[in-house]
């Protein structure tokens, strides 16, 4: 299996509403992460996790949590979403957090819509 | 603080027309570049490394540390090559690994 798989694909969701977003993979990466990306703009990092550690967190408000549950798995979770929050989100992994040589391997994101 | 720079957000080439798409970084260490590119409704996935020094798809990409610069050329496009490419550098620390990317150059490849 060489995939990052998310799920949902799509997601609408309410400003008072509780979701949350799922990552896996199976290549035996220890390190993944969480991508912001707006309409025609490059993904912005949200989240580094190494080795099932939270490593870098860039400024994100805290109504985004992320979790990593295990070596495979990435969640984030989210709570009080504003409007502008809508947009794809994106789960990557890598082999590990030192190892970038070898490039990311992406998901194919989460759209999400904030109402 | 590291930056990639893409400076054509857009370029139009015709089929077998060369191609070359820009892109210069700033970094006071030792960089890892890539270009990544999704096609339409596909995902993001990685096209070339520098370390590699490959040929994927017919496009290379050499880095030139004296003028920061990492460009994607291909001798001739193909249709098929119409998609949004990214420019990355990889930041390693100590507290882990961070991909940056530039604002992205859409390719379209016309008949």
């Known amino acids: 299996d060489t995939e990052v798989t998310q799920t949902p694909k799509h997601l609408v969701m309410g400003m008072t509403n509780k979701k949350s977003l799922k990552c896996e993979q199976h290549m035996g990466h220890r390190a993944m992460y969480w991508y912001k990306q707006k309409a025609k703009k490059p993904p912005e990092l949200m989240f580094v996790y190494s080795y099932e550690k939270l490593s870098i967190n860039e400024s994100v408000p805290s109504r985004f949590s992320p979790e990593c549950p295990n070596s495979s798995l990435l969640n984030l979770h989210l709570h009080a979403l504003q409007p502008e929050d809508s947009a794809l989100y994106l789960c990557a992994s890598s082999q590990d957090g030192s190892g970038a040589n070898y490039g990311y391997t992406f998901g194919s994101g989460t759209r999400l819509t904030v109402v | 603080a590291q930056r990639v720079t893409q400076p054509e957000k857009l370029l139009s080439v015709f089929k077998g027309a060369p191609v070359e798409l820009k892109c210069n970084y700033s970094?006071?260490?030792?960089?890892?570049l890539f270009w990544y590119v999704q096609y339409s409704r596909q995902r993001l996935q990685l096209l070339l490394r520098?370390?590699s020094r490959e040929s994927i798809k017919g496009f290379t990409a050499d880095l030139n540390k004296g003028e920061t610069s990492f460009h994607l050329k291909k001798p001739f496009a193909q249709e098929e090559d119409s998609a949004m490419y990214y420019c990355a550098l990889t930041v390693t620390n100590n507290a882990g690994n961070m991909l940056t990317f530039g604002g992205g150059t859409r390719l379209m490849v016309k008949p």
């Open positions: 970094y006071s260490g030792s960089p890892e």
């Open positions: 520098h370390i």
